[in-house]
């Protein structure tokens, strides 16, 4: 269920489009209703994620405006509003309506629309006679975007200058009231309201004890519940969750087990894994290049200027099939498929070539009198021609993928190289992993930190796991010396001041989950040469050539990382398995909104759990979302469990940084 999130907001998202109305086979193939799409930078967000212009324009979309923008009237054309229910998009649409922009106003507000802002807009179109307009109504519950079949986020963007309400560092500044916080939170509370009301369900919560993640999740569990107390609410919340429990012959009782776990978790838990250098493709493009909400901008290959930037372009699985395959896969193994999928791509076309040629269909053979077309024709190559012919569109659709990955790849290896990221990479898979590393950093930690070519973000990244690892081992003075390092080689040390005060004040989980440190072994190395553990350099793409360009992975090392659980998949599978009696388990608040009367006596299911929506508040990252995959979703051991991974804001290692600094200069 958790894992058709993104599906079920396409279908919503869809639905609205048609006037909230079911989208029949007849309104297919007629032509549709034509309207005007106006919405705010959220729904925007929203909208441009999960919808193409195609989509849009099947479903009578002709024309998308800001909602703050200036607006021509448009008469005899119906709008469809989707918007936050806030006080100024309020006031926005109520000039609208009495200014009669358009003929028929259907307005659709993300999140639920307070009572008191439903009453100004019921007041105003009163009073400037215009209430005929305003034809329908709704409250959508779509507060989040849902990046992938197993991933959504919270895009919320706060008004105090560039912070985003949701922040880690807005959550943890010693500048934000508590009021504030307050909104915060109620934020995530939508958001996840949101995520309960598309998939229908009513999921058992749990949540560490004494963080932010517990207030979350005690407030969720109220606003749940008062739902459930309303029959409406109750029939919203649950509308086909009930019918496939009778399906599978349960009952509609708190306590069934097909229901899923809700785990909320707070960042501090883990600082380390949104600073490491990762070596996954996805989480590398997010790392290194322009990856938000599914698009990306890289440098225009085609015609001729190197370097010079092309406009955004959709990057994500649903439309991409090479993107869906191998994003969770080491760097090198995509080069290694770009140049196979190139390949078979030239073959193919190889394939055409050689049939047009024996048609007699080619420049060359239609100079030829003597060459028998019409005989080839009728005979059995027609068949063969129109296979060929049909896949056609699949093949160019194909290339464009291939040369779209083969940029991105390029300026990926291109930051790999000038940041030395595999470097980096190799020292903090053992720092994470413990593997054969001494009290004493290794020399090449010192080496980085020296090397005038690596970013000094990166070294205060590389510094700061390895502090979170050490953290018990190392002294004060010695913590001190690493810094003054750091400063001369013109490195910002704020991270560092402020990472060192969670440290000493015990804000972190205890043991080595807070460093980010999992079990498994080391990282190990594949190359051509034999073994000896030595780092081989190698080339990757051999000659492969895209539009006259040249990717090489030489002088790159061919590291695969290691199968280590990170902290955040270790504590959800000891909560899918729900245990009793586990440590770990009974650390966590269990609230379940289906059953009213305190949590000290709610009865607990001992059955495990099938299914998890894990949520990060403070941030989360492609690394943690891509171990979940692997460790449950993709791995047969699991019995068929699924885990669905949202957070307040997707953050690479440098706006996690930035973060930090921020806070640490406080």
């Known amino acids: 269920m958790a894992t058709r999130l993104r599906d079920r907001q396409i279908n919503a998202l869809c639905q609205l489009l048609n006037f909230n109305q079911e989208i029949t086979e007849k309104q297919l193939a007629n032509e549709p209703k034509w309207k005007i799409l106006v919405f705010d930078r959220f729904g925007q967000e929203i909208m441009f994620t999960l919808l193409a212009q195609k989509q849009w324009r099947e479903l009578g979309v002709t024309l998308t405006l800001l909602l703050h923008s200036d607006r021509e009237p448009i008469e005899d054309v119906p709008a469809i509003y989707f918007c936050q229910p806030t006080e100024e998009n309020i006031r926005r649409i109520n000039l609208d309506c009495s200014s009669g922009l358009y003929d028929k106003f259907y307005l659709n507000f993300i999140g639920q629309i307070p009572r008191n802002r439903l009453e100004d807009i019921a007041t105003h179109a009163v009073q400037n006679c215009c209430s005929d307009v305003i034809s329908k109504l709704f409250d959508q519950y779509l507060s989040y975007i849902a990046l992938e079949s197993s991933l959504f986020s919270l895009r919320h963007t706060g008004t105090g200058g560039d912070r985003d309400v949701v922040s880690y560092h807005y959550l943890n500044s010693t500048g934000t009231r508590d009021e504030d916080v307050e909104a915060s939170l109620q934020i995530m509370v939508d958001g996840l309201f949101s995520v309960c009301v598309t998939l229908a369900t009513v999921p058992v919560i749990r949540a560490p004890k004494g963080h932010a993640a517990e207030m979350l999740a005690k407030k969720l569990e109220k606003k749940l519940q008062d739902w459930l107390k309303d ?347 729900n245990r009793a009696g586990v440590a770990e388990v009974d650390q966590y608040e269990y609230l379940d909104p289906k059953v009213f009367g305190g949590s000290g006596s709610i009865p607990r299911t001992k059955k495990p759990f099938s299914e998890a929506i894990v949520f990060m508040v403070g941030g989360g990252n492609y690394a943690e979302y891509q171990n979940l995959l692997d460790h449950i979703n993709n791995n047969v051991k699991t019995g068929g469990k699924r885990v669905c991974y949202g957070c307040t804001q997707l953050s690479n290692g440098t706006d996690f940084l930035n973060q930090l600094s921020m806070l640490g200069d406080e």
């Open 231 to 577: 029959p409406a609410g109750s029939n919203l919340l649950s509308q086909d969750s009930f019918q496939q429990q009778q399906q599978q012959g349960g009952g509609g009782g708190g306590l069934c087990f097909h229901r899923p776990l809700l785990i909320i978790l707070d960042r501090n838990l883990d600082l380390a894994t949104p600073l490491h250098h990762t070596w996954t493709y996805q989480a590398l493009v997010h790392d290194t290049l322009e990856l938000q909400l599914n698009k990306i901008r890289v440098p225009d290959s085609g015609g001729g200027g190197g370097g010079q930037q092309g406009a955004r372009r959709r990057l994500h699985d649903l439309e991409d099939s090479f993107w869906r395959e191998e994003k969770g896969k080491p760097f090198p193994e995509v080069a290694d498929a770009i140049q196979r999928a190139l390949e078979e791509y030239k073959s193919k076309e190889s394939e055409v070539t050689r049939l047009k040629s024996t048609m007699g269909l080619d420049a060359d053979a239609a100079d030829d009198q003597s060459s028998p077309i019409a005989d080839v024709v009728g005979g059995d190559h027609t068949a063969l021609l129109a296979t060929v012919v049909g896949s056609l569109p699949h093949l160019l659709e194909r290339k464009k993928h291939l040369n779209l990955h083969m940029n991105v790849a390029t300026a990926v290896l291109e930051q790999v190289k000038s940041r030395k990221l595999d470097s980096f990479f190799e020292i903090e898979e053992k720092m994470l992993s413990r593997s054969g590393l001494e009290k004493s950093p290794p020399l090449s930690i010192g080496t980085l930190i020296q090397d005038p070519e690596a970013s000094a973000a990166d070294k205060a990244r590389l510094f700061l796991i390895y502090l979170l690892t050490n953290h018990r081992e190392l002294s004060v003075p010695e913590i001190d010396s690493y810094c003054a390092e750091l400063e001369a080689a013109g490195c910002d040390v704020r991270p560092v001041k402020y990472v060192r005060k969670c440290l000493s004040y015990h804000s972190l989980s205890g043991g080595g989950a807070s460093a980010g440190t999992g079990g498994g072994s080391g990282h190990r190395r594949v190359g051509s040469g034999g073994g000896g553990g030595v780092s081989t350099h190698v080339k990757m793409f051999g000659s492969l050539m895209s539009q006259g360009s040249q990717l090489v992975m030489e002088g790159v090392k061919n590291l695969v990382p290691t199968q280590r659980k990170l902290p955040v998949t270790q504590i959800v599978q000891t909560l899918l398995e």
